[in-house]
């Protein structure tokens, strides 16, 4: 069965420092989203992607984060300069539309810790 | 905006028993969609349940079903015949149908079910 994969599993980085996470979204999905959970706290919404930009973000999505697809298959989120803050679960999602019925399926996440 | 509000921060079910998580949700939307997801401790969403708002029957996938209240803005899940692997956080989601401003999930504060043996 098709699967949303993320890598790397754990990052750890010094504070200012910039982090890629990497996701691989199901090969037939045309929206992808990312979303973050802080330990002990609700899953947020950060941002939704179709068709090379941006269809959405949340108010959490400032200027230090952005998204990319730099090729046919990878999706990724960088945090230009990390705070102790970003520290979180970043989960990316895909779907095959972005229409409501269309279930968004989650990869595995990405555990980062900023120092 | 929309709200998910999940009020059951620990719930604990007997192996083999039933257990029902409450969800709330607050919308002026008439239609949209609800879904559950479950976190296990690798911390995987996994998708577990969803119901269409027009759909008045509730949804059910095998051991789990919803009990979908639409006037009450409710939306519980049920387990039946608890196993060891249910034992999970639980999340309660709402989307709205709107293609460009929807597509977001919006997430309760999860409900971490223990299952004992």
């Known amino acids: 069965e098709p699967e949303v994969t993320q890598t790397p599993s754990h990052q750890v980085t010094q504070m200012g420092q910039e982090v890629i996470l990497r996701c691989v979204p199901i090969?037939?999905?045309?929206?992808f989203y990312w979303y973050r959970q802080i330990l002990g706290q609700k899953v947020e919404f950060l941002v939704s992607?179709?068709?090379?930009?941006?269809?959405?973000k949340s108010e959490i999505f400032d200027d230090q984060f952005s998204v990319e697809r730099p090729d046919g298959s990878n999706f990724t989120l960088k945090i230009r300069s990390t705070k102790l803050e970003d520290s979180a679960m970043y989960f990316c999602?895909?779907?095959?539309?972005?229409?409501?019925?269309?279930?968004?399926?989650f990869g595995p996440g990405t555990r980062l810790l900023v120092l | 905006a929309q709200t998910v509000t999940q009020s059951q921060p620990e719930m604990s079910v007997q192996e083999a028993e039933t257990v029902t998580l409450s969800c709330t949700y607050d919308?002026?939307?008439?239609?949209?969609?609800l879904f559950w997801y479950k976190q296990p401790p690798s911390r995987q969403m996994i998708l577990v349940i969803r119901?269409?708002?027009?759909?008045?029957q509730n949804a059910t996938e095998n051991r789990f079903s919803v009990n979908f209240q639409k006037a009450a803005k409710s939306f519980s899940l049920k387990i039946s015949d608890s196993q060891l692997g249910d034992a999970a956080m639980y999340f309660c989601?709402?989307?709205?149908?709107?293609?460009?401003?929807?597509?977001?999930?919006?997430f309760g504060e999860g409900t971490q079910l223990t299952v004992n043996p």
């Open positions: 999602a895909s779907s095959t539309s972005s229409g409501g019925g269309k279930t968004q399926y």
């Open positions: 090969s037939n999905h045309l929206y």
């Open positions: 992607f179709y068709n090379n930009e941006i269809s959405e």
């Open positions: 919308t002026s939307e008439s239609d949209y969609y």
């Open positions: 119901q269409e708002a027009y759909k008045q």
């Open positions: 989601a709402y989307r709205s149908p709107q293609e460009t401003s929807g597509s977001r999930l919006t």
